[in-house]
């Protein structure tokens, strides 16, 4: 069992940054971030691997970057450049499959948090 506590969200201008956090615990290899607009289906954002490796969509390339305090179990997602298009429910989810096919894939994972809201304001 994995159980995850995201945070950080909250509103900012467009152009603003944010930097999410996901506090994770279990055994996982992978911690995805993941959002999902109003009506509309959820959208990967990035993952990370345990080893270390990273991996980001390539509609948020540039804007995003994922990393992790192997310490204090955290993942991190640094947003820059918000814009209002970018408010959503974002989540962090967590799986334990061998291979890193599908690593942005929201049905590859099986654990997800609550969810933290970001809104951007022009």
């Known amino acids: 069992q994995v159980h995850l506590v995201e945070s950080g969200g909250g509103s900012v201008q467009a152009g603003g940054s944010l930097k999410l956090s996901c506090e994770a615990s279990?055994?996982?290899?992978?911690i995805g971030w993941f959002r999902q607009a109003s009506q509309k289906s959820r959208e990967p954002l990035a993952a990370?691997?345990?080893?270390?490796?990273?991996y980001v969509y390539s509609e948020v390339k540039g804007r995003v970057t994922i990393s992790r305090d192997n310490a204090e179990n955290i993942v991190y997602l640094q947003m820059n450049n918000l814009q209002p298009e970018d408010t959503a429910m974002y989540y962090c989810?967590?799986?334990?499959?061998?291979?890193?096919?599908?690593?942005?894939?929201?049905?590859?994972?099986?654990?997800w948090g609550q969810g933290t809201q970001v809104t951007v304001s022009s």
């Open positions: 279990g055994s996982y290899r992978y």
């Open positions: 989810a967590a799986h334990n499959k061998i291979g890193n096919q599908g690593s942005l894939d929201p049905n590859r994972y099986d654990y």
């Open positions: 990370i691997y345990n080893g270390g490796a990273t």
